[in-house]
């Protein structure tokens, strides 16, 4: 035990200047007095005694002086005995009395004043500790807490617990304790009158966020003298405060920069373990299309990766073999590595080679799932052992939620990828764009210069293209707004006539003949190229004027007759009735087709991956494409595409007769015409990242995209004819041999009553760098039920 005076308060608050405080036995003898009227016959003689003690053998009237303490160690040490239970080591004890309320020490253990003072000048080790000075407001809080409970009844405030850090020397560990301060021996008394005040507004700031001068002014603590002393105990947490300390980096991971967030779990491990020498590796389970992959940021956090597995066949050395443990993820313990145990094992001997000497790698579940590996790993034998291994355990739960963050980073970072360079993906062919991304992030750890994301290309796959358009949309869309440019401007042409002789504007006659110029080109159909410009007039200038108008024309009849055109003329008004049918109509249909694609493309998938991508005009167009290079795993073979050609036979015969039944409902009697073009050979595509689409490949493969944008509209040779024809399917090809595969297709649906038995065999004309182009048609049975 040790009597020294020890301050180490820094900076106190201004309102400590006046406080008035005593080292007195006063309220202890209180204490004991009261406890004696409580306690069995068992302790009674042991407070007897202490009363004793304390009235007569050490005979203390008065206050003890701060500077005179060192006098009176055997009474603290009678003290210290009776907080203190007789078994307990004192040098494990953190425990020291100080002034009432201030932070000043006079008599503790060695332990707790070991832990304070710098052994080099004796005086108190600030910058070893951290977070020990509380704040002000932390301080007042507990001053008046005491002063209420004593004096005004008020129930005790819930303390907060204080955590002080205490770095070691020289070393990058610290040990957490909790401060734990009982004034349960410190008296409060007023220096005069109690103070009378409103207990309520108290109340109300005990509540709400604490103020300090409000409180100071309410009751000023130079009316108090606290009398008595305080206790002050330090407890070790430093295993629980360090695990705590791992789950708040875990909360703020997002506000690390670089790899700050790893080196400080590694710090926290080693804090744990209690062994600054000791190296971790945190290793989480990633997967990329199902096959395990290391993320290039853990391979970069890694000492061993980093420094001794440093050449590309080391370093393939490392992967391979946490790739191979995670196929059978059991601890793997080795607290002494030798060289002559590790030549049949490439990791070992390559850690025994860089003077590594105990090893420990733990596989760490959650929820019944391995996530990830922790590799602990030191250059002294025997350093790795059972109880570090233990400590460990302890901070699984933590190991694990990092991981977890680790793995959804990781998957993140691929998405982001994917989104900013690609696009929206589908299933089927989101694994190359994951390798893609993942190399991606693997150059850009690897090169400090700007890396471009490679190309996603799939080789030697079959295009199958497919297009539905509403037959005349160009002419009915054309009728649809001729019918409402004649409707509505007549209207206008009659509301302006019959205003004109109640309002006064300048406007007002030049508009009438302008109106007219343009009814009677309308009417003679004479306006093509015009459109814009009648549009403009209608919704521009005529709009404007009527508005204007409108405010100022005092004829009611005037009034009614601008609103009416007014209405008529917004966008759900009757001027336009037969564009918004037409609209309307082209959107039913257009839906239709796209319901029936989009729960088409999942049954596809079923035998063999296919990406399917539509494209929408004034119908629906599609490629779909089928290969082996899509899904690398499974083997493909001709019957997959051969399914997929007669699939998509049937579903232009289901997609038309489902336009048949739409017919009744729609506003025109749209029908939509279906066109196949057969490809014979597998062509190469590749994701184009400026379009976000993908396309053709070579120059071969681009013949390709220019049949499919030129055949929409070809004629039959020799006719005016075109191929396409509502109520029939028209499939163009090249080779006939191709073509002949399809017959077969077209007879089974013929013979389930799809299609009609009309099947022409057609030339087709020549179009602008294409020759050869033939095509088979067939008719459509629209009189079936529809499915």
């Not at 068992?42 to 304390?54: G, I, P, R, S, W």
């Not at 004890?93 to 052994?119: C, M």
């Not at 145990?341 to 760490?364: H, Y």
């Not at 200038?541 to 007014?566: G, Q, R």
Request: proline share 4%; charged share 25%; hydrophobic share 35%.
């Amino acid at each position: 035990m040790k009597s020294i005076l020890l301050d180490v308060s820094k900076d106190s608050h201004s309102g400590f200047k006046d406080l008035e405080t005593h080292i007195s036995i006063a309220p202890l003898i209180s204490f004991v007095k009261d406890r004696m009227e409580n306690v069995r016959s068992v302790n009674k003689k042991y407070f007897e005694n202490l009363l004793y003690k304390l009235e007569n053998v050490f005979d203390l009237k008065g206050n003890i002086p701060l500077t005179d303490t060192s006098n009176y160690e055997n009474l603290f040490e009678e003290i210290y005995n009776f907080l203190v239970p007789p078994a307990s080591d004192e040098s494990q004890v953190y425990l020291a009395l100080s002034t009432p309320i201030k932070p000043t020490f006079f008599y503790g253990t060695d332990a707790f004043y070991n832990l304070l003072i710098n052994e080099g000048n004796g005086c108190v080790n600030h910058e070893s500790i951290e977070e020990y000075d509380p704040s002000p407001k932390k301080e007042i809080i507990q001053i008046y807490s005491l002063i209420l409970e004593k004096l005004y009844g008020f129930p005790p405030h819930p303390a907060r617990s204080i955590i002080i850090s205490v770095k070691e020397t020289d070393s990058i560990l610290k040990k957490y304790y909790k401060l734990d301060i009982d004034n349960t021996y410190v008296s409060v008394s007023p220096k005069g009158e109690l103070p009378e005040f409103d207990l309520s507004q108290v109340r109300e700031l005990w509540q709400k966020d604490f103020d300090i001068h409000s409180i100071l002014e309410l009751l000023p603590l130079s009316n108090f003298k606290f009398k008595g002393f305080s206790v002050i105990k330090l407890e070790d947490i430093t295993t629980t405060q360090t695990v705590e300390h791992m789950k708040s980096l875990i909360i703020e991971r997002a506000s690390f920069k670089d790899n700050t967030y790893h080196v400080e779990i590694v710090n926290s491990l080693k804090n744990l373990t209690r062994d600054p020498n000791l190296y971790f590796d945190l290793v989480p389970l990633l997967k990329v299309n199902d096959e395990v992959v290391l993320n290039p940021d853990t391979l970069c956090n890694s000492q061993l990766f980093r420094h001794t597995f440093n050449g590309d066949t080391e370093q393939n050395t490392y992967i391979n073999f946490c790739k191979e443990f995670f196929k059978n993820p059991t601890m793997i313990f080795k607290p002494s590595l030798e060289m002559a145990s590790c030549t049949e094992n490439a990791f070992d001997s390559k850690m025994v080679k860089n003077e590594f000497r105990s090893l420990a790698i733990v596989p760490v579940v959650c929820k019944k799932k391995v996530i990830g590996i922790l590799i602990c790993y030191s250059r002294t034998e025997n350093a790795v052992n059972e109880i570090v291994l233990g400590q460990l355990h302890t901070a699984i739960s933590v190991i694990s939620q990092s991981l977890e963050h680790d793995i959804e980073e990781f998957n993140h970072k691929i998405e982001s990828i994917i989104r900013e360079k690609y696009t929206f993906l589908q299933e089927a062919v989101e694994w190359k764009f994951k390798e893609a991304a993942l190399h991606y992030m693997d150059e850009r750890l690897n090169s400090s210069l700007i890396k471009k994301v490679e190309t996603v290309a799939f080789k030697n796959v079959y295009p199958l293209y497919g297009a539905i358009d509403v037959r005349n949309s160009t002419i009915e869309r054309n009728t649809a707004q001729h019918l409402d440019f004649i409707f509505q401007i007549n209207s206008l042409l009659r509301t302006l006539k019959a205003i004109q002789p109640h309002i006064e504007h300048d406007l007002a006659e030049k508009l009438i003949p302008r109106t007219e110029r343009f009814l009677d080109r309308i009417n003679k159909n004479e306006y093509a190229g015009d459109e814009l410009r009648i549009k403009s007039f209608l919704d521009a200038d005529i709009y404007s004027f009527l508005y204007e108008v409108k405010n100022t024309v005092t004829n009611t009849e005037a009034l009614k007759l601008i609103n009416a055109y007014l209405n008529l003329s917004k966008e759900s008004g009757e001027g336009h009735l037969h564009r918004r049918g037409f609209e309307n109509d082209m959107q039913t249909i257009n839906s239709t087709v796209n319901r029936y694609l989009e729960n088409s493309k999942e049954k596809l998938q079923e035998d063999f991956p296919t990406y399917f991508e539509k494209f929408r005009t004034d119908g629906v167009e599609y490629d779909i494409y089928i290969g082996q290079s899509i899904e690398p795993k499974k083997p493909f073979q001709k019957k997959y595409l051969n399914k997929i050609r007669k699939w998509q036979l049937s579903s232009m015969a289901e997609i038309a007769r489902l336009n048949e039944a739409l017919i009744p409902k729609l506003s025109l009697p749209l029908r939509t015409t279906q066109l196949i073009f057969i490809n014979p050979n597998a062509i190469d595509i590749s994701f184009r990242e400026d379009e976000r689409r993908f396309d053709v490949e070579g120059a071969y493969n681009i013949r390709y995209e220019v049949i499919k944008k030129r055949i929409d509209k070809v004629k039959l040779k020799g006719k005016d004819e075109r191929l396409t024809q509502p109520g029939k399917i028209a499939l163009v090809y090249f080779d006939s041999q191709t073509a002949k595969e399809y017959i077969p297709y077209i007879e089974d649906l013929q013979a389930q009553g799809l299609l009609l038995d009309d099947l022409e065999l057609l030339e087709l004309e020549h179009l602008q760098g294409v020759n050869g182009l033939k095509a088979l048609r067939v008719g459509i049975n629209l009189n079936s039920e529809t499915n």
